[in-house]
């Protein structure tokens, strides 16, 4: 039986909404933190598990233990839309793992295979596209939603994520579940067809604040340098008062970002600066570093750490020195606030929650918290 349904397929996606949706006939699931990623099955193909990424592209060569684990149980023609994620085992209780599902896309064959068995990745589903014969996108999402967990995909490295119509309930996840690495609540309209490309669901994402030191800057890509700034780049100090450099903010509209090249120009600095010369080797997080991402510094002009600005935040990955995850929001200057006092403590720590509590099912029934 061939599959109805080929790739590439483009995911259906969501638009961000400030709070829980209070209408009726909402299905209200968890967000997870990982890559997206679509699943084909077709037990009778020559390929018969092929893994999707958003943007059509094959993660097969980078997860293998997925798809073993999905070639070893499910034996019928089907479409899935889910999340790959990697748990970090805790005794404090497990959590999503964001740095290691990202070292994951490696170009080395060997690495692969090792981080397969070192840091094996979970399959979180959370919609169903085909079955057998019949295309679903066509039908209602509770009605998907049924045929999915029919499925019985509870298995190790491969899951069915917990829905709930009721949105205290949806409330109450999307304050605990952070807690495991999650990122804020999916809302989905429960007699909704799957659109692929479009932004139809609701998502409703954390959002934080922080007063960062900025002490460098980009020039914006595509003008003359000096003209117009592409993004700032922010620090906070550590319990010792060392400088670390833990993200961007950028996003600025036109008018802004030429006000800006000449707001901060005063503070351009070939002098002594925290993230150069012999004082920004000892340990500290630097911009524009060489990683595996890129194999050049990418270049920033430092500038005299005096500006203190205010920025929203959804999340922040890594261990201490940590780094904001994506690209911080401008909210206000804060010329008030000393640039020393900016420090890592300032950003909120979830409380601890058991990632098992959501991927067991247990969160219906109240879960269980971390210490």
């Known amino acids: 039986m061939a599959l109805l349904l080929s790739p590439p397929v483009k995911p259906m996606l969501a638009a961000p909404v400030d709070d829980i949706p ?3 006939g909402l299905l209200f699931e968890p967000k997870w933190d990982g890559f997206r990623c679509l699943v084909f099955v077709d037990p009778a193909g020559s390929d018969p598990v092929f893994l999707q990424s958003r943007t059509g592209k094959s993660f097969n060569r980078y997860f293998p233990e997925v798809l073993r684990t999905v070639a070893e149980h499910v034996d019928r023609p089907v479409v ?12 404090d209780g497990d959590r999503l793992d964001w740095d290691a599902l990202g070292e994951r896309i490696h170009p080395a064959a060997s690495r692969v295979r090792l981080l397969a068995e070192r840091t094996p990745a979970t399959f979180v589903a959370f919609d169903l596209l085909a079955l057998d014969d019949r295309d679903l996108t066509g039908v209602g999402f509770a009605q998907r939603r049924a045929a999915l967990t029919g499925l019985d995909l509870d298995r190790s490295g491969l899951r069915t ?9 949806a409330a109450e996840w999307f304050r ?5 690495g999650l990122d804020g609540v999916i809302a989905k309209d429960a007699g909704g067809t799957y659109q692929p490309g479009k ?3 609701s998502k409703i994402k954390h959002s934080r604040t922080a007063d960062c030191v900025v002490a460098g800057l980009r020039w914006h890509t595509g003008t003359e340098p000096g003209t117009a700034v592409g993004s ?11 400088l670390h450099h833990v993200g961007v903010v950028g996003a600025f509209p036109a008018a802004q ?4 090249a000449s707001e901060l120009s005063g503070l351009v600095t070939s002098g002594e600066h925290p993230w150069t010369g012999p004082q920004a080797e000892d340990g500290r997080r630097l911009p524009g570093a060489i990683n595996r991402w890129r194999s050049s510094e990418q270049p920033w002009i430092p500038l005299r750490p005096e500006r203190v600005v205010e920025v929203s935040y959804d999340h922040t990955e890594g261990e201490r020195p940590a780094r904001f995850r994506h690209t911080t929001q401008f909210v206000r200057w804060r010329p008030d606030r000393d640039p020393a006092s900016c420090r890592y403590d300032q950003l909120d720590e979830p409380t601890r929650y058991d990632l098992d509590s959501v991927l067991f099912g247990d969160v219906l029934r109240g879960g269980r918290r971390g210490e």
């Open 232 to 242: 700032l780049l922010l620090g906070l100090h550590d319990e010792h008062g060392v």
């Open 176 to 180: 605990l579940f952070e807690g495991a």
């Open 199 to 201: 932004r139809v669901m």
């Open 22 to 24: 209070r209408r009726g």
């Open 80 to 91: 899935l839309d889910g999340e790959l994620v990697v748990v970090r085992r805790d005794p």
């Open 257 to 260: 970002r030429r006000a800006l």
């Open 161 to 169: 994520t917990p829905a709930t119509d009721d949105a205290d309930t």
